[in-house]
């Protein structure tokens, strides 16, 4: 079955850099897309990017250029979000989600990964 | 940037009631690509819909979508006490794939 494992919560002062990993299995790990997902404490969902993880090439939301970058390892089935310049506002729950087909919508999400900013 | 609005805010009804979420595009989604998701405290979202209408697998037939363009409605047709959710649209028709800002449906 589908599974994607995300890693640890992580507690960062501002300023700093974050990476979240999301290890995929169940499946053929270059067949879809992986999109990083994040909500902030009572708030709704936010769209960050978007990873093509056999060419790796991604897509990013505007608000979130120059800041995030994601990346993607095919030897371990492991995309990675990394977040940099870290700010308060940057407190969420982030989720990898796999595309269910090539059309983009969610039908696989990780477990989430809480990530806290504060000095 | 397509922005989707959803509404009510707040929706509170009982079980056994019809429930009627909308959504709405600022311009049209391309293909009609408009998911929904449920998502209950502490949990990931979960696929409901996709392609404004189609249900995802195992999902119970009392969650419909509807729509087209720019307006889309999930309607779910006698609430069960597991279906008190926070709900959200999605489109995936043009990168941004943006989310609606959710509907919280509580029981009355």
């Known amino acids: 079955q589908v599974q994607l494992v995300q890693s640890g919560a992580e507690v960062k002062k501002p300023g700093a850099s974050v990476k979240v990993s999301c290890k995929a299995s169940?499946?053929?790990?270059?067949?879809?897309?992986m999109h990083w997902v994040r909500q902030a404490p009572g708030q709704g969902l936010e769209w960050m990017g978007i990873?093509?993880?056999?060419?790796?090439?991604?897509s990013y939301a505007q608000k979130l250029q120059g800041r995030v970058t994601m990346t993607r390892d095919t030897s371990t089935s492991t995309v990675y979000m990394e977040l940099s310049s870290l700010r308060s506002e940057d407190t969420a729950v982030y989720y990898c989600?796999?595309?269910?087909?090539?059309?983009?919508?969610?039908?696989?999400w990780g477990q989430g990964t809480l990530v806290t900013v504060s000095s | 940037e397509i922005v989707l609005t959803q509404s009510p805010g707040t929706l509170s009804l009982s079980p056994g009631e019809r429930a009627t979420l909308s959504c709405r595009a600022s311009?049209?989604?391309?293909?009609?690509?408009l998911a929904w998701y449920q998502q209950k405290p502490g949990q990931a979202p979960r696929l409901l819909i996709y392609?404004?209408?189609s249900r995802a697998t195992g999902i119970p037939d009392r969650f419909s979508g509807s729509g087209s363009g720019t307006d889309f409605t999930l309607t779910i047709s006698r609430l069960e006490p597991e279906d008190f959710a926070v709900y959200y649209c999605?489109?995936?028709?043009?990168?941004?794939?943006?989310f609606g800002q959710g509907t919280k449906l509580e029981i009355k």
């Open positions: 989600a796999r595309e269910m087909d090539s059309s983009g919508y969610l039908g696989y």
């Open positions: 169940g499946y053929t790990f270059s067949s879809y897309y």
């Open positions: 990873i093509n993880p056999t060419a790796g090439s991604t």
């Open positions: 311009q049209s989604v391309s293909s009609n690509y």
């Open positions: 392609g404004a209408s």
């Open positions: 999605q489109q995936y028709g043009s990168s941004p794939y943006t």
